[in-house]
């Protein structure tokens, strides 16, 4: 069965405070995977795609590194303002999103 | 571009009314895709269209209906609501899954309340 999860649910850092967040997915086949941060009340925002074990891609103070089984959201010296939810989703054979439940990231000043 | 617009943002519904959540994209996408977001969970696939007048069920589609007569527009319908069905409706667009960039543009939200 295809499926995605998140860890940990939820994050509190200071300001400054580097960390990574993690998801891990059973996918049959990987199309792509996504990276989404969604502040509260609002729709989900794109951040980067990774297709390809190896691969990496960096905004900001975000990098997304990818694996066969898993990716991973660095956060590097992380401000108040990157509080938010990050969501995960992959993109199996069948076209269908599967969207892990999310890491809740407190940033605290 | 407005991007995916949703309406209406709040609604409250009273057990076995029924009614149409709207939502329109403009950057000419293939892929359309209505979910719905409960707390602790992650989003959960609805029904998903490619194309005008093709659409599909996703994880969760009972209880709702959806038609895909052009390409801007992907109506959800609610047929009886149900208590629930109380949850937070995302409408999504995308070009064509494993065609280039195929990241999804989300709409604002309709918050639904089934009382």
């Known amino acids: 069965e295809d499926q995605v999860t998140q860890s940990p649910e939820a994050l509190r850092l200071q300001e400054g405070e580097s960390s990574s967040l993690n998801c891990s997915y059973t996918?049959?086949?990987?199309?792509?995977l996504f990276w989404y941060r969604q502040d509260p009340g609002k729709g989900p925002e794109f951040l980067f795609t990774?297709?390809?074990?190896?691969e990496e891609k960096e905004k900001e103070r975000l990098k997304a590194t990818l694996t066969k089984k898993e990716s991973f959201l660095h956060i590097t010296a992380p401000k108040p303002e990157d509080s938010a939810t990050y969501l995960c989703?992959?993109?199996?054979?069948?076209?269908?999103?599967?969207w892990g439940a999310g890491t809740k990231l407190i940033i605290k000043p | 571009n407005a991007g995916v617009t949703q309406t209406p943002k709040f609604q409250v519904l009273k057990t076995g009314q029924s009614m149409t959540l709207q939502c329109a994209q403009d950057?000419?996408?293939?892929?359309m895709s209505w979910y719905r977001q409960d707390p602790g969970m992650g989003l959960r696939l609805i029904h998903y269209?490619?194309?005008?007048?093709?659409?599909d069920q996703g994880e969760v589609p009972n209880g709702y209906n959806v038609s895909r007569s052009t390409t801007e527009d992907f109506p959800l319908r609610l047929l009886s609501a149900a208590p629930s069905q109380t949850s937070v409706y995302f409408c999504?667009?995308?070009?064509?899954?494993?065609?280039?960039?195929?990241?999804?543009?989300f709409g604002p939200g309709t918050r639904l309340t089934v009382l």
């Open positions: 996918v049959s086949g990987l199309r792509g």
């Open positions: 989703a992959v993109y199996p054979l069948n076209y269908q999103l599967i």
């Open positions: 999504a667009s995308s070009y064509f899954p494993g065609q280039g960039e195929s990241e999804q543009f």
């Open positions: 950057m000419n996408h293939e892929y």
């Open positions: 269209s490619v194309g005008a007048g093709i659409t």
């Open positions: 990774l297709y390809s074990a190896g």
